[in-house]
């Protein structure tokens, strides 16, 4: 099935660890690709997005991601997190020959220990 | 510039019950998409709506339908509620298709 995984449910990682997310779609066409950040209590955020072009993408508060083609991923990096990165991320996809929606992963909560 | 408002925050329905979630998009936002969040998994896509229109539509049953207004903004409705139907509705706002999505705080609806 035509799908977007996360490899994580759970990451507990202390301040100044670096944070890998995996990311994974299936569909072979175009995609747009995104990382949203849920923190408690607030609204999904988007931390960056890629379209095309440069396949590593700087986004807010020191995320990066990088898209390989030839894996179908989008993995979520941080070189240093901090207790503040706690929150629910998730991985979403807009696969375009399947229209505009966004297709998301099942997330990963991050808990950074202080 | 307000961001994507939803209304009510918090919902109790009865089984069979029908109920209205109404969405006010970014401004400058034409597109509003609605997305059903169940506890511990990603939002699922329900349906997007531009210009007045159903655009596109998730693997939801005819029980859930939607309206957008002149104005931009939107409803979702779902009739013959469901226990199932339990979750975190949010609606998300984008100019076109495609492009980056704007969340809303989404309207937890408890159906008993």
């Known amino acids: 099935a035509q799908s977007v995984s996360q490899h994580n449910h759970h990451v507990i990682l202390s301040e100044a660890a670096s944070l890998e997310l995996g990311c994974n779609y299936s569909y072979g066409g175009t995609v747009n690709l995104f990382w949203y950040v849920q923190y408690p209590g607030q609204h999904l955020q988007l931390l960056l997005k890629?379209?095309?072009?440069?396949?590593l993408v700087k986004g807010i508060k020191g995320f990066e991601a990088e898209f390989i083609k030839s894996k179908f991923s989008f993995n979520l990096r941080k070189p240093s997190v901090q207790w503040s990165d706690t929150a629910e991320y998730f991985c979403a996809v807009i696969p375009i020959e399947y229209g505009n929606k966004l297709v998301f992963g099942a997330g990963t909560i991050l808990r950074v220990k202080s | 510039d307000a961001g994507v408002t939803q209304s009510p925050t918090h919902l109790i329905k009865t089984r069979g019950q029908q109920v209205t979630l109404r969405c006010s998009p970014k401004s400058g936002h034409d597109t509003v998409s609605w997305y059903q969040q169940a506890l511990g998994q990603g939002p699922q896509f329900i349906f997007q709506y531009y210009e007045e229109e159903e655009r596109q539509r998730g693997n939801f049953p005819d029980r859930f339908s939607g309206h957008q207004f002149p104005n931009y903004s939107s409803e979702l409705n779902v009739n013959a509620l469901l226990l199932g139907d339990s979750a975190l509705y949010l609606c998300?706002?984008?100019?076109?298709?495609?492009?980056?999505?704007?969340f809303g705080q989404g309207t937890r609806l408890t159906v008993v």
């Open positions: 998300a706002s984008s100019l076109g298709g495609g492009s980056e999505a704007f």
């Open positions: 890629y379209f095309s072009g440069d396949p």
